[in-house]
């Protein structure tokens, strides 16, 4: 018997009703304690005040938000599968031939559907606040003037050209700018051998090349040269050289492809940003694994009693998920396991694990 349409949007609508339930009181559980603890960092610092927390409060939600929506929808899909088995209205669907593969469609839709609507439009905005809140952050909370990442041996910047490759190495980058001081280029052929080696007191980025200063030109078996200025070839910007000191959290989906790009230009690793990526197309498929890790825990009471403890079990096998999930991550991170792998391996895992119980359940 196939699935009517009105019963398709009755358990459809009790899943979106119980999802906006879940995630509401969860993103003000979370503003609350972020607020708090926005206010206890500001509390030595008068220029942070009362509507700027409040309002960094607001742009950092999404940040928390997004890693509690895997939970909500399976918390929202568990509440649903369990209060329309214990009022019964399942078991009828049962008794008239329908099959829990059908009755778990609709709630499988509508969360692959948040999934994808989360990751195409609300992900850049979601951004675009996490970008705004970082910048208040450094300037408030961390008295910074610079959202340059500048480790203790300084930066290195690559830049690939047809004549072959530059290095740029600076140890110090005026704040708020890109002009770089005490700066070392070693320039290379296309075989990938040192050609030549420049040191500058500066580096300023202007369109179309970097215009060093008092440089010393040293070239092998050649006597070192002095050289007031040099321009040095670049198609990069500060725009896109700053963007790729960015944290992923900070790109929308659709910016994420030519920052990797950018990433790979100028020498930095893009692992980050690539498992980032992969991880926001995954996102359907994780929302989707979530039902049916849901109905396998929560479906139960068609065959007998022990919901509430099915139900616990079910969280817990969530949070492990979870956990693992960041395990894996972490090993994608550090470059031990492949990116789709890390990125695509928590929601695949789970599918198989809950329509395995789910078949031994339902179909015996």
Known sequence: MRLSSTLALYIGRQFLLWFAAGLSSLLALVYL???????????????ATFDIVVTMGLLKLP???????????????????????????????????????????????WAAI??????????????????????????????????????RS???????????????????????????RRVMVLLSTPQQRLSARLDATSAELVPGFWNLSEVWYNKPGEPAQFLARYQLPTDLTEQRIQDSFASPDTLSFWELPNFIRTLELTGLSPVRHKLH????????????AMVLLAAAFSLRQMRGGGTLALVGAGIVTALLLFIVKDVIMALGMSGSVPILLAAWAPAGVTVMLSVAALLHTEDG
């Open 154 to 180: 300084g930066i290195w910047l690559t830049q690939l050209t047809p004549e072959g490759a530059y290095r740029i190495h600076a140890e110090s980058v005026v704040p708020g700018t890109l002009e770089m």
């Open 63 to 109: 940040e928390i938000g997004q890693e509690v929506f895997p939970f909500v929808v399976l918390f929202a899909a568990m509440y649903t599968f369990w209060r329309l088995t214990r009022t019964h209205e399942l078991v009828v669907a049962r008794a008239s031939g329908i099959s829990v593969w059908q009755f778990t469609g609709p709630v499988l839709a």
């Open 277 to 288: 990526w992969h991880t926001l197309l995954a996102q359907p498929f994780l929302y989707a």
């Open 33 to 47: 304690l972020d607020t708090v603890e926005l206010l206890r960092r500001s509390a030595n610092r008068p220029e």
């Open 114 to 151: 948040i999934g994808v609507v989360l990751v195409t439009v609300l992900n850049p905005i979601f951004a675009a606040m996490l970008t705004r809140y970082e910048r208040l952050e450094n300037r408030y909370l961390r008295g910074q003037t610079s959202s340059l990442d500048v480790g």
